[in-house]
């Protein structure tokens, strides 16, 4: 119950495509989601994040799209560029133990140019 | 990443040898957390620290211990170390006082193999 279930574990989109990356959860209790992105040889860094009482929240290029009565959560990255490379992971956690993320396994993101 | 450094930044040790990671932050921060990432695992949890003397064990802290020496340094173990222990360390650190929605800062990790 604990789980966050992500897919694909890799995705090659050319440049200037849409690239999708989902993530599942169980546990109704988890009210924040962010993404992480990493880079090779770098930590992972906050991305965008939301919260279920919402939607969808947009910055720039990037996008999560929530759809609480599924339990899902999806990042989109519009007009994808060869800089978006990276390995990107979703997570989830619950109120005040936000510190104690649940990790997604990780999205190893590939932009042909 | 600066704010947040690591060493060493990779380490071959042997089975059976103890190994120390090592984690000092500039942000100030009192929230410090060990993490390891294995591919296909994402990360996980092995111990996270409120303050010097507020120490928690994560979701895998069989086989690691760890250390708050200060605000600013926190140091993981392997007393023992472990072929299955091969894995990527990140050390990361939060700050309670940005309020309910914590981002975590992580430092450039310790790639680390043992044979």
């Known amino acids: 119950q604990q789980q966050v279930k992500q897919s694909p574990q890799s995705l090659i989109v050319q440049k200037g495509g849409i690239s999708i990356i989902n993530c599942a959860y169980e546990?109704?209790?988890?009210?924040?989601f962010p993404w992480y992105q990493q880079f090779p040889g770098k930590g992972p860094a906050l991305l965008i994040a939301?919260?279920?009482d919402v939607s969808e929240k947009k910055e720039g290029r990037f996008t999560i799209s929530f759809n609480k009565s599924a339990k899902q959560f999806s990042l989109h990255i519009m007009d994808s560029q060869p800089g978006d490379s990276a390995t990107y992971f979703c997570a989830a956690s619950i109120g005040d133990s936000n510190y104690q993320l649940i990790w997604g396994a990780g999205t190893k993101l590939i932009i042909k140019p | 990443d600066a704010d947040v450094t690591q060493t060493p930044r990779n380490r071959i040790t042997k089975t059976g040898k103890r190994i120390m990671l090592e984690c000092s932050q500039t942000k100030g921060h009192d929230r410090m957390y060990w993490y390891r990432q294995d591919p296909g695992l994402g990360l996980r949890l092995i111990y996270y620290s409120f303050d010097v003397k507020d120490i928690n064990k994560g979701e895998i802290s069989d086989g690691y211990s760890v250390s708050r020496q200060a605000q600013a340094k926190f140091s993981l173990s392997l007393e023992s170390a472990i072929p299955n222990q091969t894995a990527l360390y990140f050390c990361?650190?939060?700050?309670?006082?940005?309020?309910?929605?914590?981002?975590?800062?992580f430092g450039p990790g310790t790639r680390l193999l043992v044979l």
């Open positions: 990361a650190t939060s700050d309670r006082n940005t309020g309910f929605r914590e981002t975590q800062y």
């Open positions: 546990n109704t209790a988890f009210d924040y």
């Open positions: 939301i919260r279920p």
